[in-house]
């Protein structure tokens, strides 16, 4: 598992490397740090004019607090080590490269993603909350994750982990939402 955690790594961060991509991936990046709240909350204020909103709006506070305390305790609990902590002793002999376009060497705790967790929560709940946006959504959430390990930050299990939690917690706020808050009624 972890010769394939690497091998796909180095695909993404090295083999997909282009300068003219790195705007396109930081610009993605940016959006996973709580950023991609801001067009859920716009399609749902827009879809009836701010009733599906303030009826998400609780569920969606609920998950935010849920997906922040979820990644911590998986961060604290599986200590795993972002890249260039994992090529350290590679990077200085000079057998391997990682790419950091943010010029970020970031170290601390790296699975599950939290960029991914954060962009698969919101665009998730959102296709399910409004299916049909799901089209646009959920690749936005995945371009988000590749963004992260494209950027060196994380591996491609992190920002796996990363979503599924984010689909998982996702899915639990919906159900929650559907369960106690009441629809509105068809014009």
């Given at each position: 598992m972890q010769e394939w955690n690497e091998r796909l790594f180095f695909l993404i961060n090295g083999g997909l490397a282009s300068e003219a991509l790195d705007p396109v991936f930081l610009a993605l990046s940016w959006l996973g740090e709580w950023a991609v709240a801001l067009p859920v909350v716009a399609v749902l204020?827009?879809?009836?004019?701010?009733?599906?909103?303030?009826?998400?709006?609780?569920?969606?506070?609920?998950g935010a607090l849920a997906l922040t305390l979820a990644t911590q305790a998986a961060k604290d609990h599986f200590?795993?080590?972002?890249p260039l902590q994992h090529f350290e002793a590679e990077i200085r002999r000079g057998e391997v490269r990682v790419r950091t376009p943010d010029g970020e060497a970031l170290r601390q705790r790296s699975l599950p993603s939290g960029h991914a967790v954060t962009a698969f929560f919101f665009l998730t709940y959102l296709s399910l909350a409004c299916r049909a946006h799901a089209l646009w959504a959920l690749?936005?959430?995945g371009a988000i994750a590749v963004a992260r390990v494209y950027l060196g930050a994380h591996f491609p299990l992190d920002v796996s982990a990363g979503a599924g939690l984010g689909v998982v917690i996702a899915g639990c706020a919906c159900g929650a939402s559907a369960l106690?808050?009441?629809r509105p009624a068809p014009r």
């Open positions: 204020w827009r879809v009836d004019r701010g009733r599906l909103l303030l009826r998400h709006l609780p569920v969606l506070a609920a200590a795993a080590e972002r690749p936005l959430a106690r808050l009441p």
